[in-house]
């Protein structure tokens, strides 16, 4: 009977850029599971219906990304589903995708460095969600206002990072010319508590200007002034040392040469 199945345990909500994936425990033996979703003001949504996995993309019924929805884990026995007996069931925290949502890595398009001026551009990460000429909506379409852009960067090789903001898709930062910089841009929504800082972009480091001093430091440098000079050294010091053998031995067969004679 149904008062005998396991409930679901251990229910997280992950969702990154609003795709949204319910996770639980544990994996069913005789029995099924079926979501139901419940958004405060929209009707009971079923998904992953006589599921025997514990993981259930929930995103398509998570539209409304500023309700607040829980999920009901229903644990079934199939032959069973039209009994009139309610199946027992697990609860979920409240999820909110909206303020809950992580922001993923910005991709940056573009980077330069000329002069004094650094610039970056990049794109916003693409959500499941659609518009109606079928193209997918960004987390600006739908954040708006709300989101806005970090760029962190510093000189290459160094440890001092300075940021400055944007509520657009560029970046043009003043920086010390002819010196190489590192940096990534990361989304920020400043009205959130929690999950206010996004997902950050990969690293990138700009060439003007580089070197090889810049690029293995002054450490090879002085190893490979030493080895100069020990070869300007001995480029000296060898003929040197070989000229004086050449008279020493050409002055030895002399004497040898007198000794023989006197005898």
């Not at 909110?96 to 650094?118: A, F, M, N, R, W």
């Not at 030493?226 to 031995?249: D, F, G, Y």
Request: hydrophobic residues 35%.
């Amino acid at each position: 009977g149904y008062e005998e199945l396991p409930t679901a345990v251990n229910i997280t909500w992950s969702s990154i850029n609003f795709k949204t994936i319910l996770q639980w425990q544990p994996k069913p033996s005789g029995y099924f599971y079926t979501v139901e979703i419940h958004g405060q003001t929209s009707d009971i949504k079923r998904k992953c219906i006589l599921t025997s996995e514990t993981e259930c993309d929930v995103t398509d019924v998570l539209r409304n990304v500023k309700e607040t929805y829980t999920a009901h884990i229903l644990s079934v026995m199939p032959a069973e589903m039209d009994n009139f007996e309610e199946p027992p069931f697990a609860v979920s925290e409240k999820f909110t995708p909206y303020s809950q949502t992580v922001i993923g890595k910005p991709e940056i398009k573009d980077y330069s460095q000329k002069g004094s001026k650094l610039n970056v551009v990049f794109k916003d990460p693409l959500t499941p969600y659609i518009f109606p000429n079928r193209s997918f909506q960004s987390i600006q379409d739908i954040f708006q206002h709300d989101l806005e852009y970090k760029l962190y960067y510093w000189k290459d090789q160094s440890s001092g990072k300075k940021d400055v903001t944007t509520k657009s898709h560029s970046f043009e930062v003043s920086v010390d010319s002819g010196k190489n910089y590192c940096f990534y841009v990361q989304g920020i929504i400043p009205s959130r508590r929690e999950n206010r800082n996004g997902q950050e972009s990969m690293v990138l480091c700009t060439s003007v200007g580089r070197n090889i001093l810049d690029e293995y430091g002054t450490e090879v440098f002085i190893i490979l002034a030493v080895i100069a000079v020990a070869v300007i050294t001995l480029a000296i010091v060898l003929p040197v040392v070989l000229c004086k053998r050449k008279k020493a031995k050409k002055a030895r067969a002399v004497r040898e040469k007198e000794l023989l004679n006197g005898v």
